[in-house]
Antibody
Framework: QVQLQESGPGLVKPSQTLSLTCTVS??????????WSWIRQPAGKGLEWIGR???????NYNPSLKSRVTISVDTSKRQFSLKLTSVTAADTAVYYC??????????????WGQGTLVTVSS | DIQMTQSPSSLSASVGDRVTITCRAS??????LAWFQQRPGEVPKLLMY???TLQSGVPSRFSGSGSGTDFTLTISSLQPEDVATYYC?????????FGQGTKVEIK
């Protein structure tokens, strides 16, 4: 069974770059059956889809964050990563990495990491 | 972008009650709608996809229906372990927008 684990700094200063990594185990990150995505959730609020990457490197981003987001993949390390630039307090949230499974163009998040809290504060 | 609107925002029901949550898309999304359950303090869990297909391991008291713009998640007999916030998500195209959530409590 696939497992995903987020890692990265829990505290980021305003205007700096948030960087997180998700390590995949128990399943092939190179499989063409999956996308690898990032989702976040501010405390007490709902879920926001950030974006996703395919093993080929193709990406889709949420338009509301697109100018600040980069998602990349390192298949040799079985990892994919999130970079969010110019952060503000509004970016404080639990960040989840997730696997999207499906077929055709229709992929949904079927496995999630445990989430990591990132706080933006000076 | 397509917006997803859930109703109600919260509900309280008795154990054994039938519970229905609605999700409406601002434009048609076919059947590409998933439902997630997030128990307090836990990670979201996929319950349903393709509007009505139960994810493996999910109890059969959960069911889903709908297509186009209107979808429902039904719990046929509410159990204490169903206390959670439920989210719908469209996945026909990017961005994969979520609904705002419906909090289900036991009366």
């Amino acid at each position: 069974q696939v497992q995903l684990q987020e890692s990265g700094p829990g505290l980021v200063k305003p205007s700096q770059t948030l960087s997180l990594t998700c390590t995949v185990s128990g399943g092939a990150i190179t499989s063409d059956s999956y996308y690898w995505s990032w989702i976040r959730q501010p405390a007490g609020k709902g879920l926001e889809w950030i974006g996703r990457i395919y093993v080929s490197g193709g990406t889709n981003y949420n338009p509301s964050l697109k100018s600040r987001v980069t998602i990349s993949v390192d298949t040799s390390k079985r990892q994919f990563s999130l970079k969010l630039t110019s952060v503000t307090a509004a970016d404080t949230a639990v960040y989840y990495c997730a696997r999207e499974g499906g077929s055709g163009n229709y992929y949904r998040p079927d496995s999630w990491g445990q989430g990591t809290l990132v706080t933006v504060s000076s | 972008d397509i917006q997803m609107t859930q109703s109600p925002s919260s509900l309280s029901a008795s154990v054994g009650d039938r519970v229905t949550i609605t999700c409406r898309a601002s434009q048609g999304i076919g059947i590409y709608l998933a439902w997630f359950q997030q128990r307090p303090g836990e990670v979201p869990k996929l319950l349903m996809y393709a509007a009505s297909t139960l994810q493996s391991g999910v109890p059969s008291r959960f069911s889903g229906s709908g297509s186009g713009t209107d979808f429902t998640l039904t719990i046929s007999s509410l159990q204490p372990e169903d206390v959670a916030t439920y989210y719908c998500q469209k996945y026909d195209s990017a961005p994969r927008t979520f609904g705002q959530g419906t909090k289900v409590e036991i009366k």
